[in-house]
């Protein structure tokens, strides 16, 4: 097998390349991580595919920007609760409610693209 089709494991991403099995499962469930395949019940990762993935996250890390314009942080059904606790419990008003909100996508948006960056380490 060439180096290009070696299978990695989850904890041979957490040991070799700094990425946590936390953050490797976050990532896997919004989506924004390389594919992996189910062997048995352990997920394996392509070296190829990490590699492509780590130079893609370089290339944003120089740029400056996060590339994460899509990626949802939030269902709407958890919004719309959040949105309903803010107004009902904490008495805010709508206008409240979305600066609240809005701030909260922000932080979160912005630390999850930090912890990438940073191989897990916010």
Do not use: K
């Not at 040991?15 to 989506?31: K, M, N, Y």
């Not at 492509?52 to 740029?63: G, H, M």
């Not at 719309?80 to 922000?106: I, K």
Request: proline share 3%; glycine share 6%.
């Amino acid at each position: 097998m060439n180096n290009n089709q070696e299978l990695l494991t989850v904890r041979d991403l957490a040991d070799h390349f700094a990425i946590p099995e936390s953050s490797q499962r976050l990532f896997r469930q919004q989506g924004r991580f390389i594919p992996y395949y189910m062997v048995g019940r352990r997920i394996m990762y392509r070296r190829a595919d990490l590699e492509a993935w780590l130079s893609q996250q370089l290339e944003v890390d120089r740029r400056g920007d996060t590339g994460d314009a899509n990626v949802v942080l939030f269902t709407p059904q958890q919004m719309a609760r959040l949105r309903d606790v803010l107004a009902t419990v904490a008495g805010l008003n709508r206008e409240q409610v979305d600066c609240l909100t809005e701030a909260l996508t922000v932080y979160a948006a912005v630390n999850i693209t930090e912890a990438a960056v940073s191989g897990g380490r916010p």
